[in-house]
T-cell receptor, first 114, second 112 residues
Framework: AQSVSQHNHHVILSEAASLELGCNYS??????LFWYVQYPGQHLQLLLK??????LVKGIKGFEAEFIKSKFSFNLRKPSVQWSDTAEYFC????????????FGTGTRLTVIP | KAGVTQTPRYLIKTRGQQVTLSCSPI?????VSWYQQTPGQGLQFLFE???????NKGNFPGRFSGRQFSNSRSEMNVSTLELGDSALYLC???????????FGPGTRLTVT
């Protein structure tokens, strides 16, 4: 069965600091990878996705993620965080075979201090 | 385009009762998936419907069921509610089975 690990449960940063959130998955086949974000009081929104092609993907609001197949990782990065990035971030995976069930990590709560 | 809508947004039920939650996907989306979100277990996949057929099921007891109608709208049902069923139930829709899922705001179910 697939599983997703997010190593950081709660990250606290000052504005303008750089961000990297780790995500590792376990699945031997082709995968589709996602980062979703949940802002306080709002529903889950897609931040970025990787289906195939360039392993460095760019998403909304200046976020990017790099798929490293050999490490089974899909880490999320942002060079300079803002207070408005305070949210919970979820990494998710599904088998790239048309199965539409997402396996989610436990989430990382990011708090950005102004 | 309107997003995924879920009704009701909040629900309080008593143990032993049953509940039906509704989801309207984004117009044109044919796949609907359901997830349960709890503080302890996080986000867990319940089931997926595509073309009115259940295509995938997560590791949940048979008390959890669902269906999809010809207009792609979906309902999920939980029978014989238990305290542990208290959760946020999220619906997500996608164009087909291999595309991005967009989530609704969820239904917050509280079982007392």
């Amino acid at each position: 069965a697939q599983s997703v690990s997010q190593h950081n449960h709660h990250v606290i940063l000052s504005e303008a600091a750089s961000l990297e959130l780790g995500c590792n998955y376990s699945y031997g086949g082709t995968v589709n990878l996602f980062w979703y974000v949940q802002y306080p009081g709002q529903h889950l929104q897609l931040l970025l996705k990787y289906f195939s092609g360039d392993p460095l993907v760019k998403g909304i609001k200046g976020f990017e993620a790099e798929f490293i197949k050999s490490k089974f990782s899909f880490n999320l990065r942002k060079p300079s965080v803002q207070w408005s990035d305070t949210a919970e971030y979820f990494c998710a995976v599904n088998a790239g075979t048309g199965a539409n069930n997402l396996f989610f990590g436990t989430g990382t709560r990011l708090t950005v201090i102004p | 385009k309107a997003g995924v809508t879920q009704t009701p947004r909040y629900l309080i039920k008593t143990r032993g009762q049953q509940v039906t939650l509704s989801c309207s996907p984004i117009s044109g989306h044919r796949s609907v998936s359901w997830y349960q979100q709890t503080p302890g277990q996080g986000l867990q996949f319940l089931f997926e419907y595509f073309s009115e057929t259940q295509r995938n099921k997560g590791n949940f007891p048979g008390r959890f069921s669902g269906r999809q109608f010809s207009n792609s709208r979906s309902e999920m049902n939980v029978s014989t509610l238990e305290l542990g069923d208290s959760a946020l139930y999220l619906c997500a829709s996608s164009w087909d089975r291999a595309s991005v899922q967009y989530f609704g705001p969820g239904t917050r179910l509280t079982v007392t």
